[in-house]
C-alpha cells in the first residue's frame, strides 16, 4: 500500500524476472511443467515460462491468458530451419486492452508472433491434435508448413 506502481512496468518487471530466473530448454516432448516445477528446476521450454508467468499475473489480480502459434524471425528468413511452435502470454490491462508478453525472448508485444490459438490453460492451446485409426502402415506422415507475407493492408 506503499506507493504506486505503473501497471505495465509492473508487469514488464515480471517477464524479465522469469527470464532472468529461468533458463529456456528447448523440450519436444509433450506436457507443461507446473510454476512449482518450472522454479524448482530452474528451466523450462517456452510454454513452462509462459505458466509461470500468467500464474504470477493471476496471482497480482490480472487476467491472463495463454497463446500458442509461431514465432516469425526474419532474420533466419535466408537460413532453412525446422520452425516449431511458440508459446507465450497476454494479459488484460483496463484501458489498454490485451498485452502480450513473451518471457522466453523478453519481448511485450506480439509483432512477430503468430497466434493460432488463445485460452485459458495451456492444454487448451494445442496446436495439433488428433488420433489417427487404421492399419499401421497407411499413416505415412504429418507435415505443417507456416508461411509469412507482408499484405499491402500490413504496408500502409
Known amino acids: 500500500m506503499g506507493e504506486r506502481t505503473n501497471t505495465l512496468a509492473l508487469l514488464k518487471d515480471l517477464s524479465a524476472g522469469v527470464a532472468a530466473q529461468i533458463s529456456y530448454q528447448s523440450r519436444e516432448s509433450e506436457g507443461t511443467q507446473s510454476p512449482l516445477e518450472t522454479l524448482d528446476r530452474g528451466w523450462g521450454s517456452c510454454r513452462d515460462l ?3 508467468f500468467v500464474e504470477a499475473s493471476r496471482c497480482l489480480g490480472f487476467g491472463a491468458r ?3 502459434g509461431y514465432l516469425h524471425r526474419p532474420e533466419l528468413e535466408a537460413i532453412p530451419t525446422q520452425e516449431t511452435t511458440h508459446a507465450w502470454a497476454e494479459v488484460f490491462v483496463p484501458g489498454a486492452g490485451w498485452i502480450t508478453f513473451d518471457p522466453t525472448n523478453r519481448s511485450v ?3 512477430n508472433l503468430m497466434p493460432v490459438a488463445v485460452a485459458r490453460e495451456i492444454w487448451q492451446v494445442t496446436p495439433v491434435s488428433g488420433s489417427f ?3 499401421s ?4 506422415a504429418l507435415e505443417v508448413e507456416v508461411s509469412v507475407r507482408q499484405t499491402a493492408d500490413a504496408i500502409r
Do not use: E
Open 109 to 111: 508485444g506480439g509483432r
Open 50 to 52: 509462459a505458466v509461470l
Open 66 to 68: 495463454l497463446c500458442s
Open 137 to 140: 502402415n497407411a499413416f505415412r
Open 133 to 135: 485409426t487404421g492399419v
